[in-house]
């Protein structure tokens, strides 16, 4: 049995100073270090606050290949955005990139206190096996926990997309640290053809998909087919429970309204759409419909401290109100990310409490105000943002960063090997 002792424990609804956690690979105990019973292996976190993993709830992986990735590049829309850098690096991805962007992902997910990764990935070079590609990376190899699946386009192969959707997440059904979900990429990519084909053939799978990211994914399912996507995607039973809708930006309120009540997750990217110049999501619109908003970062780094921020100062901006968007606002979207990880892999997730995932995070902190249990959201959101810095992760009762350092995954090797599969890539794309 492991133990972390004199713990300032915080899980985004209570802190308990100086605590002992015990924990294989679930949380056995949780109490006050004088009743601390002793244990095989310690680890001392005295100065900084324990918190749980955190989940990024819609993430790129395969977007590790574009750092630095000089492509020609003067989109005058979000599709011609799209067209000029996304498509091309997706098309030219095969599984051996998709492996080598999985494991530094995994390096770098663990670096930011992630040990939870919901995936939507890409990648037109290799379908089949490519989201068996990401798992050994970030799962096996990485330690971590995810949930992938891949987008569906008709920029594809539509009958290879569906397969591989079903078999991988067949294939990993009932396991607590990896599931599938069935990828969508958006309907401006996909005719009601290939929803009919999707609606047939993907079973019981819920559904990940951007939806409304910009003005012209709306634009071009009016102009198709004469309905909006939440129309559409209704009409071919395709808003199915625990399905993730990514970004939103751009629903209209008839479609919002439509959402109101149904068991599936909104995944906001406010980094993201602000560096996509998209706009930002109508937040108080979700919130009075009751719809379970979650939080990813679409690939923009490996974190989520930025989305965090973005999401609270973007609300603030966008209604132009310093009340927008507050912490109760930010600790209620953690919540939900943490259920919609739950509800795909069927294990509890986002509590340092009995019964619960052994999946921890250790942040260093000397804070200069007095540290108090009806002040710590403000110490964790205006300080701890700013200097996030893991010093110890577990995922699964095991560790994944140590001291800083990658425990599982040697990082000279790991960046090489990206480095490598990042110039083949790029290569390719010349030629697409």
Not at 28 to 35: C, I, K, N
Not at 138 to 151: A, I, W
Request: aromatic share 10%.
């Amino acid at each position: 049995m492991k133990a972390l002792t004199h713990a300032n424990v915080f899980d985004f609804d209570t802190y308990q100073p100086d605590r002992y956690v015990l924990f294989d690979d679930q949380i056995q105990q949780v109490g006050p270090m004088a009743a601390f019973p002793g244990a095989e292996e310690e680890t001392n976190c005295t100065g900084g606050l324990v918190i749980p993993g955190l989940v990024v709830g819609h993430a790129h992986i395969y977007s590790t290949l574009s750092r630095g990735w000089n492509a020609p590049f003067a989109p005058q829309s979000f599709r011609q955005l799209l067209e000029q850098m996304w498509w091309k690096l997706d098309a030219a991805l095969d599984n051996r990139a998709t492996y080598a962007s999985g494991l530094y992902s995994a390096l770098s997910y663990a670096k930011h206190g992630v040990t939870t990764v919901i995936d939507h990935h890409a990648s037109g070079a290799e379908i089949g096996g490519s989201l068996e590609a990401l798992r050994r990376a970030v799962v096996e190899e990485g330690g971590l926990r995810g949930v992938f699946c891949f987008e569906t386009s008709e920029r594809f192969p539509l009958e290879d997309c569906i397969e591989e959707n079903v078999h991988f997440a067949q294939a990993h059904r009932g396991e607590t640290d990896c599931a599938g979900m069935f990828g969508m990429h958006a309907l401006m990519t996909l005719s009601d053809r290939a929803l009919d084909a999707i609606a047939e053939k993907s079973g019981y799978l819920p559904v990940h998909i951007h939806v409304a990211e910009s003005e012209e994914d709306e634009a071009q399912s009016l102009c198709d087919t004469g309905k909006r996507i939440i129309d559409r995607l209704a009409a071919f039973g395709l808003l199915r429970p625990h399905s993730i809708l990514s970004h939103g930006v751009h629903l209209c309120p008839e479609e919002v309204a439509q959402l109101a009540g149904k068991p599936l997750f909104l995944a906001l990217n406010p980094t993201s759409n602000l560096n996509n110049g998209v706009g930002l999501p109508d937040l108080h619109a979700f919130q009075k419909t009751g719809l379970r908003c979650i939080l990813g970062n679409d690939g923009m780094g490996y974190g989520l401290e930025h989305d965090m921020q973005n999401l609270v100062f973007g609300m603030h901006g966008r209604y132009q109100d310093p009340l927008a968007a507050t912490t109760e606002t930010l600790r209620g979207i953690l919540r939900n990310t943490y259920a919609c990880a739950e509800a795909q892999l069927g294990c509890r997730l986002g509590r340092v409490a009995p019964g619960y995932a052994a999946d921890l995070v250790f942040l260093p902190y000397t804070p200069p105000t007095p540290l108090r249990p009806d002040n710590v959201w403000g110490h964790f959101f205006f300080g701890l943002l700013d200097q996030f810095q893991p010093y110890h992760v577990w995922c699964k009762g095991q560790p994944v960063l140590r001291e800083g350092r990658p425990v599982r995954l040697e990082e000279t090797a790991v960046c090489a090997l990206a480095r490598e599969a990042a110039q083949r890539v790029w290569k390719k794309t010349m030629e697409i």
